[in-house]
T-cell receptor, first 113, second 113 residues
Framework: DAGVIQSPRHEVTEMGQEVTLRCKPISGHNSLFWYRQTMMRGLELLIY????????DSGMPEDRFSAKMPNASFSTLKIQPSEPRDSAVYFC???????????FGDGTRLSIL | GESVGLHLPTLSVQEGDNSIINCAYSNSASDYFIWYKQESGKGPQFIID?????DKRQGQRVTVLLNKTVKHLSLQIAATQPGDSAVYFC????????????FGRGTSLIVHP
């Protein structure tokens, strides 16, 4: 099992640029989660999908953030335009059953200059 | 809102000692609890879980204890090794929250050789 795969692992870009983070969940998992982790706020849930449908996006900071899941094996989190305060580690996690733990990817470390 | 919190942000131990990491939860409806380990540069990794119909569960060198009376969860690591150095998170799930986990802020475990 390859686990949850995220790309890129690191991203450094200038403010105002568009950033796209990618996630491939574990095959067979029907729920996918996007988190943001910072020292100040810890692990924050941004949005999650069930069967490719967004269920709760109340954690998305603002309209600059958007997420899609066009199929069961791929999701993107986009920030446009990016700002320095978006700098954080972004994690994707997938889940096969609500009575099981989530499986996390190794994250994307995003730095906005 | 209700939250999961940790008593100790940092725990330093000597190699070979036993470690105990504590977690308090406030949602009495939570019925599934998970411990994760996060090493530097990686995503949270599942260690062990426990359901509310149990008060103790053992894994390899790890034991989770659940005290529902005082809403307390602990992770015990036997014979702590330098490789155990990481941040440890507890998470709770409850039916009212659609089984979306709520994460604590984390405890940093430092193991001195």
């Amino acid at each position: 099992d390859a686990g949850v795969i995220q790309s890129p692992r690191h991203e450094v870009t200038e403010m105002g640029q568009e950033v796209t983070l990618r996630c491939k969940p574990i095959s067979g998992h029907n729920s996918l989660f996007w988190y943001r982790q910072t020292m100040m706020r810890g692990l924050e849930l941004l949005i999650y999908f069930n069967n490719n449908v967004p269920i709760d996006d109340s954690g998305m900071p603002e309209d600059r953030f958007s997420a899609k899941m066009p199929n069961a094996s791929f999701s993107t989190l986009k920030i446009q335009p990016s700002e320095p305060r978006d700098s954080a580690v972004y994690f994707c996690a997938s889940l096969g059953n609500v009575n099981q733990p989530q499986h996390f990817g190794d994250g994307t470390r995003l730095s906005i200059l | 809102g209700e939250s999961v919190g940790l008593h100790l942000p940092t725990l330093s131990v000597q190699e070979g000692d036993n470690s105990i990491i504590n977690c308090a939860y406030s949602n009495s409806a939570s019925d599934y609890f998970i411990w994760y380990k996060q090493e530097s540069g990686k995503g949270p990794q599942f260690i062990i879980d426990i359901r509310s119909n149990m008060d103790k569960r053992q894994g390899q060198r790890v034991t989770v204890l659940l005290n529902k009376t005082v809403k307390h969860l602990s992770l015990q690591i036997a014979a702590t090794q330098p490789g155990d150095s990481a941040v440890y998170f507890c998470a709770e799930k409850n039916p009212g929250g659609s089984y979306i986990p709520t994460f604590g802020r984390g405890t940093s475990l430092i193991v001195h050789p």
